[in-house]
């Protein structure tokens, strides 16, 4: 998406620049059309006055080989308005002087007066010699004296050697535009289609190539930017999309997290209630088993009371039927007593079993309470389950998108990969689609022709026949002899004027209708075609322009960083400072890259104009400012020291066993300060018989007996 909106901006900028351009060549157009008249002319003719006829370029027409020869003879009265009459003049005149739109020549057909010349008959015509000038101009017989007026009497010759031999006898203009006038004046030189011009079969002065360039690219560049647009919007939109999806899914996993919180300590105090539940279950199952003991207790020992309490009522009855009163009050209290103790005994059994049920029901409440928080925990449980299952789903969602992308992206390979086969087809295609295009004008053009020259042959014919059988009825029997005043010369122009017209009408198709339906619908799908080929054209435009955008960043990128290390660099090494700079910094790939240096204690000159050690250092300044953007595994340098001094010799030395540490460095020299700095010498030196001996070296040996040696 940055790259689509660099590209905008980039192409936004150039349609500007573009437009500016074209806005410039428009005025300098208007300007020649103003210096030419056909400013004034577009005025009279946009003015819809009634008796315009048009220019004598738009009223005639040429064959294609005699069309630089005519041109040339005709020249400014190329440009000449022809109307009906000098009256439809004067209102021409007074509105160009009302508008100020400049001046212009008219010629009234009721008022041209040309000038009169008897030409040459055919046999007394030199070699070289191809017609009078109007002859050779195809147009209505109306225009008759325009044309006369506008050529005269100038000839078209072959060539300029040939009429050469006939200077001063005719105005001659040659077929490739020389032009010779009876004063003996001779202009020619070579022939420049200048924009503003004026062209037999044309109205407006044709546009400039690079008018028509401007053009074209301008369209190109609406074609893209529009489709830019299209899918910046596109991509907005699905950013929007994507940004909504993914904080809806961030909100949905916080709520997941705090719901999993929630429940997790939910079912941590549920756990703490199941335990204390489980403590007070174990105490109260302690007190019933107390009780229930008490309880058996008190059973076993209640048949023996029970046993006891008959006996003692026995002795009551014994003692109530004996007279013995003291005995009887004796028994009577013993009754009393036990009694009393099974008073007790029962009262405590009745408290027992209430106290046995209350622990019932205690222990059925816990139950209960246990078995819902039983099915609390399991509920969490379960929810926590589903959690995990949507946590896993947007996991593997999560993956199915990265599949996804990188499907995408081989899918764009393929794309990428199938783009030369599509521009080729496409150029096929276009190519094709242009040749069918003008094959159908052409056909078009034909067909019209032809019916427009069979409407009035079948016209002239039926007055032709008409007139013959009035003529008929009149001619006398026998038929009288050819007019003595009817000249050769003049059958000749009538002959050669109806073998044009006969060639023009060649070759008659008489299956052009079909062909035309036929091409009609070729037309058809080929313009459907090439509507997808302008869409597939402009969307292979964007990726161009795209990847020009990258390509114009990443050399920006390693421009600026190259330029900052060279900087830096050439600094250290010759204590001056330089820097690069681009012939073209708004398209630097229009242009080239200079290196200006600034020596120490010098002027800043260019790499052309220093001496050798200076661009020495100036090259190995931008060599180690390259090597430090991007190392190369291996640098060879071949006595890059050879123009040095002592003291940059040493500097040198020391910035290669600096770069020494991201690259390996073989460097032949045989300067000493280089070999000391270096880490591993190798001597090398040519032996008896031309043979190559490598020896070791004492680096302390004299300067002198150092020989030609390879650092490493």
């Not at 070759?507 to 302008?534: C, F, G, H, I, W």
Request: charged share 25%.
């Amino acid at each position: 998406l940055q790259v689509q909106r660099e590209t905008q901006t980039r192409l936004q900028k150039e349609q500007r620049d573009k437009q500016r351009q074209l806005d410039k060549l428009e005025a300098q157009a208007q300007a020649i059309q103003e210096s030419q008249g056909t400013r004034a002319t577009q005025a009279i003719l946009d003015s819809g006055m009634a008796g315009i006829c048009g220019l004598v370029a738009q009223l005639g027409k040429v064959d294609s080989r005699y069309q630089t020869a005519l041109e040339i003879a005709a020249g400014g009265r190329l440009s000449y308005l022809v109307v009906e009459n000098d009256k439809i003049a004067a209102r021409g005149i007074a509105l160009l002087k009302q508008q100020r739109a400049g001046r212009i020549t008219f010629l009234p057909l009721n008022a041209i007066r040309p000038p009169r010349f008897n030409p040459i008959s055919a046999w007394q015509r030199p070699e070289g010699f191809v017609d009078y000038a109007v002859n050779l101009v195809d147009f209505e017989a109306r225009y008759q004296d325009v044309f006369t007026y506008v050529f005269g009497s100038t000839v078209v010759f072959e060539t300029l050697e040939l009429a050469r031999q006939n200077l001063g006898q005719y105005r001659i203009v040659t077929l490739d535009g020389e032009l010779l006038e009876t004063s003996g004046a001779m202009t020619g030189g070579s022939l420049l289609r200048r924009q503003g011009s004026l062209h037999f079969g044309t109205v407006e002065p044709a546009e400039s190539e690079e008018a028509i360039a401007l053009r074209r690219r301008l369209s190109e560049i609406d074609d893209i930017l529009y489709r830019c647009e299209t899918q910046l919007e596109a991509a907005t939109v699905t950013i929007r999309d994507s940004s909504q999806r993914l904080m809806e899914a961030r909100q949905h996993h916080r709520e997941l997290q705090i719901q999993a919180k929630q429940t997790e300590t939910e079912q941590q105090q549920a756990q703490q209630q199941r335990e204390q539940l489980d403590h007070q279950l174990a105490h109260g199952q302690q007190e019933l088993a107390q009780v229930q003991a008490r309880l058996q207790e008190i059973e076993a020992t209640l048949p023996g009371q029970t046993v006891e309490l008959q006996a003692k009522r026995q002795a009551l009855a014994e003692l109530e039927q004996s007279q013995t009163h003291s005995e009887w009050q004796q028994a009577q209290a013993a009754v009393r007593q036990l009694e009393e103790q099974l008073q007790q005994g029962q009262q405590a059994v009745r408290t027992a079993e209430l106290r046995l049920q209350d622990l019932q029901s205690q222990q059925e409440r816990r139950q209960t309470s246990l078995s819902q928080h039983h099915q609390q925990i399991t509920a969490s449980q379960q929810q926590q389950q589903s959690q995990e299952r949507q946590q896993a789903q947007l996991s593997q969602q999560q993956a199915q998108l990265s599949q996804q992308i990188e499907s995408t992206q081989a899918a764009l390979a393929v794309l990428d990969a199938t783009l030369a086969e599509a521009r080729g087809q496409r150029d096929r295609q276009e190519f094709q689609l242009r040749e069918q295009q003008t094959q159908l004008q052409q056909q078009q053009w034909q067909r019209q022709k032809l019916q427009e020259t069979q409407q009035e042959r079948q016209q002239r014919l039926v007055e032709l026949q008409a007139e013959l059988a009035t003529q008929a009825q009149d001619l006398p029997d026998p038929l009288p002899e050819i007019p003595a005043d009817l000249t050769l010369e003049a059958l000749h122009k009538e002959l050669k004027s109806l073998q044009r017209r006969m060639e023009a009408l060649e070759p008659v198709n008489m299956l052009a209708l079909e062909e035309y339906n036929r091409t009609q619908e070729r037309l058809q799908d080929l313009s459907q075609k090439l509507s997808t080929l302008e869409e597939e054209r402009t969307e292979l435009l964007l990726r161009v322009e795209n990847f020009t955008t990258l390509r114009r960043r990443a050399f920006q990128e390693a421009f600026t960083a190259v330029n900052e290390n060279f900087q830096s660099i050439f600094a250290e090494l010759s204590d001056g400072d330089g820097h690069l700079q681009l012939d073209d910094p708004q398209d630097p790939f229009n242009g080239g890259l200079n290196l200006v240096a600034h020596p120490k204690g010098k002027p800043v000159r260019r790499l052309a104009s220093m001496s050798g050690g200076e661009k020495s250092l100036t090259a190995l300044s931008f060599i180690f400012a390259l090597q430090r953007y991007r190392p190369s595994p291996f640098y060879a340098f071949d006595e890059v020291d050879m123009f040095l001094d002592g003291a940059n010799v040493e500097r040198l030395s020391r910035m290669i066993k600096h770069q020494a540490q991201q690259a390996q460095f073989i460097v032949v020299s045989l300067r000493r300060p280089m070999i000391e700095a270096s880490q591993r010498t190798i001597g090398v030196t040519q032996a008896r018989g031309a043979y190559t001996q490598v020896l070791g070296i004492d680096l302390q040996a004299q300067p002198q007996e150092a020989t030609r040696s390879a650092t490493v």
